[in-house]
């Protein structure tokens, strides 16, 4: 199933197995987060490796780099990265 958190963590982040991970507006992430599919309203700072969809919704702020298997950046999304969707 999906994994929904809504805090503050320093560290890094492991989801195993095909479930989404989703980042709720007040969580703030500092370290990797690696995974399938990765949907974010909080603010992200690190490394993204996820082998399915990240999606940065309009409240998001994401600053780092990106590796993924498809990129979706809704409008209003504060992002500064270096990223590398596809195959």
Do not use: M, Q, W
């Not at 599919?37 to 990106?66: K, M, P, Q, W, Y």
């Amino acid at each position: 199933g999906d994994t929904i958190l809504n805090s503050h963590i320093e560290g890094d982040i492991e989801v195993t197995g095909d479930g989404k991970l989703v980042l709720e507006r007040e969580s703030l992430v500092k370290g990797k987060i690696k995974g399938t599919d990765l949907e974010i309203f909080g603010h992200v700072e690190g490394e993204i490796h996820c082998t399915g969809i990240v999606a940065i919704r309009s409240s998001a702020r994401v600053h780092g780099n990106i590796v993924s298997g498809r990129l979706v950046i809704y409008p209003g999304a504060e992002v500064e990265l270096n990223a590398h969707a596809g195959e």
